[in-house]
């Protein structure tokens, strides 16, 4: 049993690329979602999904873009990286609150650096 | 506005000394709470929710509506306490979010 499983581990953009992150969960979650973690701020909602084919805005959506193609993956986009990218990228995913278990599982986090 | 905030960035204690790393909450419903913790190197992970009551490696939080907070708390710190905590809230809605404060960092002297 996997859990949470982010693809790539550490990646190093350029200005301008782009690129996805891939997030996985086998644990049949409905919700996911994906967060920046930066020093000093904690961890900041970007996307977030309830569903198959269902996205949402959290805090700081600006610049990403998401998709939900398949209930156990969340996709998260840069389509032109900028240096304030640079942060850890943490997916998580829980079962609705209707289930009772409202624990959050999280990937390991996804290193990106932007020059 | 929901939040969450944590107003203390680092801690720093003895081991064996009391630890209580505060957390308060702004919401206008009915809050969830919960701590995650985040070892060196490793992944988020649930230490304890409210409404569980319960004490997981010594630590215990009790939501207290009036104060709107939900401080965590452990009488005999360990030094391997030591690690990045993270209260949050969960809002009982169609949103579903779930919103972190900016935790603290817990370091235990020896």
């Known amino acids: 049993n996997a859990g949470v499983t982010q693809t790539p581990k550490f990646r190093v953009l350029k200005t301008g690329q782009s690129m996805t992150l891939l997030c996985a969960q086998d644990?049949?979650?409905?919700?996911m979602y994906w967060y920046r973690q930066d020093p000093g701020m904690g961890l900041r909602l970007i996307h977030y999904?309830?569903?198959?084919?269902?996205?949402a805005k959290g805090e700081v959506p600006d610049g990403y873009n998401v998709s939900r193609l398949k209930k156990q993956n969340f996709l998260l986009g840069l389509e032109s990286a900028a240096p304030s990218q640079t942060s850890v990228y943490f997916c998580?995913?829980?079962?609705?609150?209707?289930?009772?278990?409202?624990?959050?599982?999280f990937g390991q986090g996804t290193r990106l650096t932007v020059v | 506005a929901q939040r969450v905030t944590q107003p203390e960035k680092l801690l720093s204690v003895f081991k064996g000394a009391p630890v209580e790393l505060k957390c308060n909450y702004s919401?206008?419903?009915?809050?969830?709470l919960f701590w995650y913790v985040q070892y060196s190197r490793q992944r988020l992970q649930l230490l304890l929710r409210?409404?569980s009551r319960e004490s997981i490696k010594g630590f215990t939080a009790d939501l207290n509506k009036g104060e709107t907070s939900f401080h965590l708390k452990k009488p005999f710190a360990q030094e391997e306490d030591s690690a990045m905590y993270y209260c949050?809230?969960?809002?009982?809605?169609?949103?579903?979010?779930?919103?972190f404060g900016s935790g603290t960092r817990l370091s235990i002297r020896p």
């Open positions: 949050a809230l969960s809002l009982y809605s169609s949103a579903s979010k779930i919103i």
């Open positions: 644990m049949n979650h409905e919700y």
């Open positions: 998580a995913s829980r079962s609705p609150e209707r289930q009772g278990n409202t624990e959050a599982f």
């Open positions: 999904s309830v569903g198959e084919g269902t996205t």
């Open positions: 409210h409404i």
């Open positions: 919401y206008s419903g009915s809050p969830e």
